[in-house]
């Protein structure tokens, strides 16, 4: 088949081109929002092609795949084809929904035209999906291999956007952590965070733009990963961490539960018991080690690629058909 979809989530994206299909990601001159075109950071194969708008109209298509409202409009301007109605058309939906539980409406609800795609049972729950048809296609992880190390007995957050998303993904939570361990903030915009913090005398740095194969290696390296995070989807770096054999504390929100068994970790929604784990994992060494075995283990039986792709080859044809 041949996919029309943007350059949104790249961590996700890198593992759905790993199908056997070809990918059309739009690019613009500035490589803004509109077309990103091909990952910078991630290694993509060369079955993902770049097509400018004007390319686009002209180009053969079996499915658009949608993340954003604006993507709708893009795709009927440039493809000179309406989804859902000239070109099948999946919406795809990354995110937990924000705001009151009875005012979550998805913007694709009501749509007899397209199929919405989440990402997470969790989603799918909280998102008010009208009539839309609608299926949950788990995340999938090219599997970077077991790097674990632990030797830096520190603990790794990844989050983007830490001053701007705040409480959602506990970004205030992390003088208590690092009361426990020295933090090390990955992740696009952790350098202010990290700055802030370490003027109230917090020990948090920040790695920033770091390629995906070098964030791996870096996350190895430290003792036990966190996840703070309060309420999102399921975070892909979490997923990334375990299939790289780390421990996880994680607070017990969205689809942590399901994904994270106790063997690999503490999930909990008891901050005391949440910092005292990270304490715990940095102390030792070993149970760090049996833990992220655990993780692993438990990552690669549910978030392996191969059940990915078998998910996605299986709903593409459905509604290209």
């Not at 202010?192 to 964030?215: I, K, N, Y």
Request: net charge negative; glycine share 8%; hydrophobic share 45%.
């Amino acid at each position: 088949m041949r996919i029309l979809l943007w350059h949104v989530h790249g961590s996700w994206t890198t593992s759905f081109v790993e199908g056997d299909h070809t990918y059309v990601v739009p690019v613009v001159a500035d490589r803004g929002p509109a077309g990103r075109g091909r990952a910078r950071t991630w290694d993509w194969p060369d079955s993902v092609v770049e097509r400018t708008p004007e390319e686009l109209a002209d180009e053969a298509l079996d499915v658009v795949i949608l993340q954003r409202p604006e993507e709708e409009k893009l795709a009927a301007a440039w493809t000179k084809r309406r989804p859902g109605r000239d070109l099948p058309t999946i919406w795809l939906e990354h995110n937990a929904p924000q705001g009151r539980i009875d005012g979550l409406r998805h913007p694709a609800a009501d749509r007899k035209d397209l199929l919405l795609v989440h990402v997470t049972h969790t989603n799918r729950l909280f998102w008010d999906n009208g009539s839309t048809p609608t299926t949950v296609i788990e995340h999938g992880i090219v599997d970077p291999g077991h790097r674990y190390t632990g030797d830096l007995a520190h603990v790794a957050v990844v989050v983007n956007e830490p001053e701007r998303r705040g409480r959602i993904t506990g970004t205030d939570l992390l003088p208590a952590i690092a009361a426990a361990a020295p933090v090390d903030l990955f992740g696009m915009g952790a350098a202010p965070t990290a700055a802030r913090l370490q003027a109230e005398g917090h020990l948090v740095h920040a790695h920033e733009d770091l390629p995906q194969d070098r964030l791996h290696d870096e996350l190895a390296e430290r003792r036990v990963y966190a996840h703070p995070v309060r309420w999102t989807s399921l975070g892909l770096a979490l997923l990334e961490a375990m299939h790289l054999g780390m421990p996880v504390v994680a607070l017990a929100t969205t689809e942590v539960p399901m994904a994270v068994p106790p063997p690999a970790g503490v999930v909990t929604n008891d901050i005391d018991r949440f910092v005292a784990a990270v304490h715990e994992f940095r102390c030792d060494l070993d149970a760090a080690r049996a833990a992220g075995e655990a993780a692993r283990a438990a990552a690669l039986e549910r978030y392996g690629l191969k059940r990915f792709l078998e998910d996605w080859d299986r709903t593409l044809g459905e509604v290209a058909a």
